[in-house]
């Protein structure tokens, strides 16, 4: 008698994550090669959503994206070092149709950062390599000690 697997295993396959990021909550979108999982708000903290990813798509290899603004990089290295293949774009350099444009909120947003990450379609900004550890820009007086 065959026994019917249980576990979820998505070795191998790429899962497509865009968001579209802000203070108080971020919108996330996810794909797979073949279709559109879900579309979801969410609390503004990495770990939610590595959890998440690991939970529904086990053993998957994920790839993210989001646009340049306010948040600074911090989302890119946080997820990068947690094994994600992070992207950060220029939000001008996003493909966008015309109904897009007319209907913009941040479902339509996370959602058209996630397929076009699947398709292909972004180019990542250069993200600064972590800044721990770097040199404040000003130098304090002779004497005097930097904190």
């Not at 996370?110 to 292909?120: D, M, T």
Request: proline share 7%; with cysteine; hydrophobic share 35%.
């Amino acid at each position: 008698m065959k026994t019917q697997a249980t576990e979820l295993d998505f070795s191998e396959q790429d899962i497509y994550v865009g968001l579209d990021v802000h203070l108080s909550s971020w919108t996330v979108s996810i794909y797979t090669a073949h279709l559109e999982h879900k579309t979801f708000r969410q609390d503004p903290d990495p770990v939610i959503l590595l959890r998440y990813l690991k939970r529904h798509f086990p053993g998957g290899r994920y790839h993210g994206v989001y646009e340049a603004g306010y948040s600074g990089f911090w989302i890119h290295d946080v997820l990068t070092a947690a094994g994600m293949d992070m992207m950060v774009i220029n939000p001008a350099d996003v493909p966008t149709t015309d109904r897009e444009r007319s209907f913009k909120h941040d479902p339509v947003d996370a959602r058209k950062l996630a397929r076009s990450l699947r398709a292909g379609q972004l180019r990542a900004i250069l993200c600064p390599v972590s800044r721990s550890g770097w040199r404040s820009p000003t130098r304090p007086h002779p004497g005097q000690t930097h904190q």
